[in-house]
């Protein structure tokens, strides 16, 4: 097996040692070479080094035998990997209980883990996604800039708080998109007639996504515009 950088060796031998079970210690470790064994009388061992004059690491030998009994308390099973691993589903529910964090390592992966070190993995994914949002927003406006320039005869409108500019802060408040494809679309290939709807956004970032959509020769529906707005009134 080959793998780009060491960081991602780790996660590998990581996850390797939480889904066997195992009790894995590197007892070498530099920038050409790897080496990884289990507990004492244990056969298992794995050596690795960089792969010839190419970027990226290789496994050279690998005797992949275990005489040893299953560890529930995996030191493998660290906060960064545990946040890692309950990203996606911290993502879709921000409200996950560090408990129910706890329960689930428990009973899917078979290993041991405290609540205090569940509450850092969470905060882990918590300011990492904040973080992700806050530069997401920021280049939304460049992003919507080079929607017009690339797609001409697009609608393109995004709009900042009047307050947030007010105390020197650009927060975003709405956005709208019609690309010119789907307008030509609509014109030319579909029935008079425009339905609108909206749905709740979950998560760090709330709204609702509002969409416009139209029906075509075939009784499908045919997107032609969305808007993401804070609330569902008549002024948005």
């Not at 190419?54 to 545990?82: D, I, Q």
């Not at 494809?181 to 007639?193: D, H, I, S, T, Y």
Request: glycine share 8%; with cysteine.
């Amino acid at each position: 097996m080959t793998f780009q950088d060491k960081k991602e060796m780790k996660r590998a031998i990581d996850g390797y040692s939480i889904s066997r079970g195992v009790k894995l210690t590197i007892v070498h470790s530099d920038k050409r070479s790897f080496r990884v064994v289990c507990q004492d009388g244990c056969p298992f061992t794995l050596y690795a080094s960089t792969h010839g004059q190419s970027v990226g690491w290789e496994v050279k030998s690998l005797y992949n035998e275990h005489m040893c009994a299953r560890v529930f308390n995996n030191p493998r099973a660290s906060t960064k990997w545990l946040a890692e691993y309950f990203k996606h589903k911290v993502q879709e529910d921000p409200k996950f209980k560090t408990k129910d964090m706890k329960n689930e390592a428990q009973r899917e992966l078979k290993v041991n883990v405290s609540v205090y070190k569940c509450k850092r993995a969470k905060k882990l994914i918590m300011d990492e996604m904040e973080g992700g949002f806050r530069d997401e927003f920021a280049n939304l406006e460049a992003y919507c800039n080079e929607l017009r320039l690339s797609k001409p005869g697009s609608d393109v409108c995004v709009e900042v708080s009047r307050e947030g500019l007010e105390h020197g802060r650009r927060i975003f408040k709405r956005m709208y998109v019609c690309f010119n494809a789907l307008k030509v679309g609509w014109k030319e290939g579909c029935r008079p007639l425009i339905g609108m709807d909206g749905t709740f956004l979950k998560g760090k970032s709330r709204g609702i996504l509002l969409t416009a959509v139209g029906v075509d020769g075939n009784d499908s529906l045919f997107p032609v515009a969305l808007g993401l707005v804070e609330k569902e009134n008549a002024h948005n």
